[in-house]
């Protein structure tokens, strides 16, 4: 008799444990919005709108840079990395592609400063780590398609430096001084001046409950040290200008703003 209770009991604590197996469930996964708030040091960044940077009047017609290869790194230093994640963020009005794109000649005005990250893993993020431009794989050979990475749209080019490659931000407008005036360009682009950045948020952000991460975009210290009067179009054929925007881009302009609830 005393067996069979034993036996029973067993049996009892095994079922019991496969049913506390059964009701464990897998945190599901969420997604979360990542906003890059463009900005002119205190004030929203607008197009077609006079801004004071310095002893220069600017008033920007557009604003757009690849972010790509988004990291997310949470509590305990485990990295996840969004697949496929190639965005245009931009802010710009018609363009004419003509001689660039033979069958869409206007590429729309666009505003796009979030990206929506999908089926992120359960877990408490601490640091979101991106890069502005395409990494070399993709920008050495434009027939690799991933994310949003198109010819498309207006963000390559065929002439720097006989190399076909992506634009990796383009900022223009207009540029004034005093009573002289002048329509600018600036571009980045190549390999050396892909810039990875790594921004540490002051509190964990949860990929369930938290709807996402605002970075603030300082345009204005997009020019840190470059004089667009004197240099109004900055690319490939400038590589130091270049350099140094880029560079810009990489330490100075983008920073945390905001967790969104």
Request: aromatic residues 10%; contains cysteine; glycine residues 8%.
């Amino acid at each position: 008799m005393k067996r069979i209770f034993i036996f029973a009991l067993a049996a009892a604590l095994f079922t019991s444990c496969s049913d506390d197996d059964a009701d464990t469930v897998t945190p599901a996964a969420g997604d979360m919005e990542l906003t890059f708030d463009a900005r002119v040091g205190a004030s929203d960044f607008a197009l077609n709108k006079d801004f004071t940077i310095g002893s220069q009047t600017y008033n920007f017609t557009k604003l757009r840079y690849w972010v790509s290869n988004v990291i997310l790194v949470d509590a305990k230093g485990a990295e996840y990395k969004v697949p496929d994640s190639y965005y245009l963020i931009e802010e710009v009005g018609d363009l004419d592609l003509s001689g660039v794109i033979n069958d869409k000649m206007i590429y729309p005005a666009k505003k796009r400063e979030t990206v929506l990250l999908k089926d992120i893993p359960a877990g408490d993020y601490k640091t979101v780590k991106f890069s502005i431009g395409v990494d070399s794989q993709h920008n050495d050979n434009l027939s690799l398609q991933s994310g949003e990475l198109s010819i498309g749209n207006g963000m390559s080019n065929i002439a720097w430096m006989w190399h076909s490659s992506y634009i990796f931000s383009s900022v223009g407008g207009t540029v004034k001084q005093g009573s002289d005036t002048k329509k600018f360009t600036t571009e980045t682009g190549l390999n050396a001046n892909y810039k990875t950045l790594s921004i540490d948020l002051p509190a964990p952000v949860n990929s369930v409950s938290a709807k996402g991460v605002v970075l603030n975009v300082d345009v204005s210290k997009i020019f840190d040290g470059v004089d667009v009067m004197q240099n109004p179009t900055i690319n490939a054929m400038t590589a130091p200008l270049m350099s140094a925007v880029a560079t810009n881009y990489g330490t100075k302009a983008i920073a945390f703003g905001t967790e969104v609830k």
